[in-house]
Structures are given as structure tokens and as C-alpha cells.
């Protein structure tokens, strides 16, 4: 996830668990708007608990945006239950929540989970930190029930933090990972391969669907994938290797023109992040290509000529995946629209590319870790 640090084709079947989710527009960090941010909270608490339909594996989960598109759902660890809103991150491994003893200001005005409460509590000596691209967090890990819908992986290894810097005025309490176990920093088990591994699952596969230009639709599916979230053809895209859901992509081109990847480089498909990011040299001629102007971190357009702009073209594997400019284009509060392109500035031996939110709204992603690869199609 780049603000902080879903298997052969298988039948839509009763094991499948979806956990809907919902998008909602964040408000900008002046004053008023974080009195709006606020304010829509308190308003909207009663939707944010999940519901299930009586006789069904289906638990619906509201989704909100954080850094203008982010979507997170509930979960609940302990014994009885205490729900969190967390981001269901592609790109890292560790599940973690605030704890009582955590006292940095991002803490206070979250969730934070009151260990003593819980029966199924277990702690262990270890601590752990994890450095994320906007924030850094600290913590201690512990074991206990957590539950994903009418997912239940009891004895869970997770994180617990004491400290957190640079997440500040965002409406999540923590991180659930779906990446691979070798990129785990708490060192344990993920919770979807203890899921895997325990058989509550009937197939290694999750799956995201991404909701467009609504608050709710938006899913998250565990042990299989149901085929009413996406048109035509499913196209299934090998791992670089196992252990990381990245992948080579062929070039990335606008008007026949190839505008970044020209030789061929890496993409990391993460649900964690909201924008897409890339080297900041070729992000800056895509912008130039735009005819973006910088105002502040972002780079804009009018709103009128979004409808004139040309899709960008993204190959991976030899198929083409266009994005629109309506859907590489954000309108602000101020009802100016950015193009969400971002710039990098670590740099890497090897040219790789974020392909976040805005990407995977336009396409369903599905990421097989029993085949090691990842599936995209066209989202309906």
C-alpha cells in the first residue's frame, strides 16, 4: 500500500464470502471540511455495522474513502467482538489495529482495541514496526478470535500498535493484508492463509470489485470469484514471482505512443492505494502529455475538456487495458479536476509502477495464490 507500508477460474459457489463495501468522498483538510468529515461520521454511524441476509454467507460492509479513494470494511477481533474499520491491502502481509496503550494522537480518535475485554486474548513477547510511504507505525503482537464476515480464523496472530506518526485525519483504524507471508514484519501467519490452510475457504483466491461514482456495491470475496461483477473475458496475468502481487507490464501508451515502460517494467496491483504511482520523470511527461498544471501536490485540468482527453493505454501480457480519462480524473471539493497520476521520488533499479484504486475500479482484479497469478476484466 503506497500511503502506508482475487486461482484458475473457479464456480461461483455457496463457500464464496462477499463483504460489500462503500466509497465515500473524504473531505479536504481545511478546518470546515474537517468539521464536514466529522459531522458525516456521527450522521452515518448506525450504517457502519455490517448485516448479513439470514441463511446466507453474504455480510455487506460500508466502504470509505481516504486520500480520495480508499475502501475499507469491518472486521472484529476478540471475544466478545469489537469492530474495526480496516483497509484490505493487496500490497502487505500484517493485520493491525490501535491498542489501548498506543497514545499518539491517530490512536486517540480511533477505534483501539481493549485487550483485557477479550477472553481469547493470548499476548506474546515481540514487538514489531512497520514504515509505510506516508506514515510509520509501532507495536507488540498478540493472538485472538478475528472474524472477516462469517470468516473466522481463531488464534490469529495480529498487531497491536503503540504508536503511530502520519496518519493523521484519516477514518480507518488499521490494516488487513492480503499480500504473501514473506513480506510479513509481525513474522506470523496472514489471516487469509490461516483461513486457506483451516479449509474455511473452498479455493486460494479473493477477489475486489470496485464501485464507481456510488457510496455502496463496492466487494471483497473470499473462495471464489462471482462472475456478475464483470463482462467478457477474465484474463489471467502470471506473478513475477510468488511472493508479491506484481507483475511485468508490456508499456503504458496514449495516442499510439508509448509514454512510459517502453522497454517493459513492473506493476504492483495493490487495493491499498488510491491513485497510481510511477517514476516521477515519466509521471511528469504523462502530465506534460496532459496538459496538466501544478497547483499545489496535484496537477489539474479543466473539468470541461476531461470528456476531449485520450485513454490511457495500459499492456499487461499482451492485453490492452484502457483507462479513461473520467476515470484517471477526480473532480475536488472545490470542483476542480486532478489527474491521478503521482510521482515517485525513491528510486529503483527496475522502472515500477502502483496500479491502485483508479485502476482497479475500471477492472476486476482476482488474486490466485493457488496458481500465482492475478485475473483482470472489465467491472460492470
Not at 464470502?17 to 464536514?36: A, D
Not at 509502477?353 to 483508479?358: C, P, T, Y
Amino acid at each position: 500500500m503506497k500511503w502506508l507500508v482475487l486461482l484458475g477460474l473457479v464456480a461461483f459457489s455457496e463457500c464464496i464470502v462477499k463483504i460489500p463495501l462503500r466509497r465515500v468522498k473524504i473531505m479536504r483538510k481545511t478546518h470546515s471540511e474537517t468539521n464536514m468529515l466529522n459531522n458525516f461520521l456521527k450522521e452515518h454511524a448506525y450504517r457502519l455495522y455490517p448485516t448479513s441476509s439470514p441463511g446466507s454467507n453474504i455480510t455487506t460492509h460500508p466502504l470509505r474513502n481516504i486520500q480520495d479513494m480508499l475502501y475499507v470494511g469491518n472486521i472484529t477481533i476478540g471475544t466478545p467482538p469489537q469492530e474495526f474499520q480496516v483497509v484490505f491491502d493487496t500490497a502487505s502481509s500484517d493485520l493491525w489495529v490501535p491498542s489501548v496503550f498506543c497514545t499518539s494522537p491517530t490512536c486517540v480518535s480511533h477505534v483501539m482495541f481493549r485487550h483485557l475485554e477479550s477472553s481469547t486474548f493470548r499476548p506474546i513477547r515481540k514487538t514489531f514496526s512497520i514504515e509505510y510511504g506516508s506514515g510509520r507505525m509501532k507495536g507488540v503482537v498478540a493472538h485472538d478470535t478475528v472474524r472477516i464476515g462469517d470468516l473466522v480464523s481463531t488464534d490469529q496472530q495480529f498487531g497491536l500498535s503503540v504508536a503511530e506518526y502520519g496518519f493523521e485525519g484519516i477514518p480507518f483504524d488499521g490494516v488487513l493484508g492480503l499480500n504473501y507471508p514473506n513480506l510479513s514484519f509481525t513474522g506470523g501467519i496472514p489471516i487469509f492463509d490461516n483461513l486457506k490452510n483451516h479449509g474455511a475457504i473452498s479455493e486460494p483466491v479473493f477477489a475486489f470489485y470496485l464501485s464507481k461514482n456510488k457510496p455502496e456495491g463496492s466487494v471483497v470475496m473470499f473462495g471464489g470469484v462471482d462472475h456478475r461483477y464483470y463482462q467478457g473475458a477474465l484474463n489471467w496475468i502470471p506473478l513475477i514471482q510468488a511472493g508479491d502481487w506484481r507483475v511485468h507490464m508490456d508499456r503504458i501508451s496514449l495516442k499510439r505512443q508509448v509514454i512510459a515502460c517502453s522497454g517493459g517494467c513492473e506493476a504492483l496491483v495493490d487495493t491499498g492505494t488510491s491513485l497510481i504511482h510511477g517514476p516521477r520523470r515519466l509521471v511528469n511527461n504523462i502530465l506534460r502529455f496532459l496538459g496538466a498544471t501544478p497547483r499545489g501536490s496535484k496537477h489539474y485540468v479543466s473539468c470541461f475538456v476531461v470528456h476531449k482527453l485520450s485513454s490511457i493505454i495500459f499492456t499487461i501480457n499482451g492485453i490492452n487495458y484502457p483507462l479513461p480519462a473520467q476515470a484517471y480524473t477526480i473532480k475536488d471539493s472545490s470542483d476542480d479536476c486532478y489527474i491521478t497520476f503521482k510521482g515517485n521520488t525513491a528510486s529503483a533499479s527496475t522502472e515500477t509502477w502502483i496500479l491502485g484504486d483508479v485502476f482497479l475500479r475500471q477492472y476486476f482484479s482476482v488474486y490466485d495464490r493457488g496458481n500465482d497469478r492475478i485475473g483482470l476484466a472489465q467491472a460492470v
